[in-house]
Structure formats: C-alpha cells, structure tokens
T-cell receptor, first 117, second 114 residues
Framework: GAVVSQHPSWVICKSGTSVKIECRSL??????MFWYRQFPKQSLMLMAT?????????EQGVEKDKFLINHASLTLSTLTVTSAHPEDSSFYIC?????????????FGPGTRLTVL | AQKVTQAQTEISVVEKEDVTLDCVYE???????LFWYKQPPSGELVFLIR??????QNEISGRYSWNFQKSTSSFNFTITASQVVDSAVYFC???????????FGPGTRLSVLP
C-alpha cells in the first residue's frame, strides 16, 4: 500500500518558537494533502486542505497566519506552527490523496506529537 | 452537513467477549464512503475497512465484522472473541467522495481486560 511519512514524529518546543512538520508521500504523487489536529482524548478535526501549487484552504476557526501550510511539490506538504503556545500542543496528522492504485484512496501519516512548554 | 456519531465513549469488556461499536452517520449525499480506523496508544491510524454507499453487504474479516444499514444510517463494528490487543480507540469516519476530507466520529475507547 501507499506510504505517507511525517517528520518529526514528536517535538517539544518552547513557547514562542516556530515548528515545522513535514508530510511526505513516499511512493505516489499526492495532489491533495489534508492536515488534521487531535487534542488529547478527542477526535480528529480537519484543519486545512492543501493542493499542490496553490494556497491552502483553512477550516473555520483555524488561523491561517498561525498555521502556515506549503504544498510545494507533489510529494511534500509542510505545516508550520508559528509562535507556538501551550494550547497548540496536539497530535497533528496528515493524509494524502493520490492515485497509487485505485480511486478514492487516501492515506494517513503516522502523526506528529507537538508539546509546547 | 455531514456528521458521525459514536454514542459509546468508552467500553470495557473481558477478554473473549464479543463487543459491538456503534456508528451513526448523517449525510445528504447519495454517494459517500464509510470507514473504521483503529488508533492504538502510538497514535497511528490503522485502516480497518472502507464501504461505499452502494454496497450494503455485510463484511467479515477474521474476528471483525461490519453491519452497514442505510435505512438506519448505521455502520456498526463487531469484534468477536475480543483480545487484549484490541484495546484502542476506534473511529468511524465518513467521506463524501474522491478528494474530500474525512469527517470523524468522536471515537470509542475500547478496553479489553484479561
């Protein structure tokens, strides 16, 4: 099956710093990538949708200036949490849509656990 | 609007018991896709099953089975003879179609006790 990786798998940072999370499709081209956020003991909520070469579309309530998304290539999307604060501590998961074998396939990365001190 | 409800927040069973996780969904689309994912403590989502709205056949995979009923907008998941390794959070999810995002239910935390 298709593989999506995320880097780093976990990160701890100080309040006020910026953190970049990478999402890569390893064996297929991902025209669309989705970023989800999961707070402890809660469900996954869509943050934004990114299409290669265009601006990301953010869900209501998600600050686009705080969560910068760049989908510069068909295999890489990055999420940068700018000026992170403790309330941004969460599990961030990406999913990638491509056509590795059949239609409507979408694959999740393993997630990145962000802790802001 | 699309919505997925998993009424059971937490379930505890003793090993070898059967357990059913409920999922009810809402959508106005005629074409949609339903999923179940398992999320162990590591956090990585493990794909279990995908069903499209035109396929109401029940499915069995080993100890797992799924009951899809469009009449009640339900897509329930049963684990037969549960094992400790089944302990995890299980998410039911809905997707409108090609290229669309997932809408997840709140999840059900299953604890299987030895």
């Amino acid at each position: 099956g298709a593989v999506v990786s995320q880097h780093p798998s976990w990160v701890i940072c100080k309040s006020g710093t910026s953190v970049k999370i990478e999402c890569r499709s390893l064996d297929f081209q991902a025209t669309t990538m989705f970023w989800y956020r999961q707070f402890p003991k809660q469900s996954l909520m869509l943050m934004a949708t990114s299409n290669e070469g265009s601006k990301a579309t953010y869900e209501q309530g998600v600050e686009k200036d705080k969560f910068l998304i760049n989908h510069a290539s068909l295999t890489l999307s990055t999420l940068t949490v700018t000026s992170a604060h403790p309330e941004d501590s969460s599990f961030y998961i990406c999913s990638a849509r491509g056509v590795p074998n059949s239609y409507n396939e979408q694959f999740f990365g393993p997630g990145t656990r962000l802790t802001v001190l | 609007a699309q919505k997925v409800t998993q009424a059971q927040t937490e379930i505890s069973v003793v090993e070898k018991e059967d357990v059913t996780l409920d999922c009810v969904y809402e959508t106005r689309d005629t074409t949609y896709y339903l999923f179940w994912y398992k999320q162990p403590p590591s956090g990585e989502l493990v794909f279990l099953i995908r069903r499209n709205s035109f396929d109401e056949q029940n499915e069995i995979s080993g100890r797992y089975s799924w009951n899809f009923q469009k009449s009640t907008s339900s897509f329930n998941f049963t684990i037969t003879a549960s094992q400790v390794v089944d302990s995890a959070v299980y998410f039911c999810a809905l997707k409108r179609g090609y290229g669309q995002n997932f809408v997840f239910g709140p999840g059900t935390r299953l604890s299987v006790l030895p």
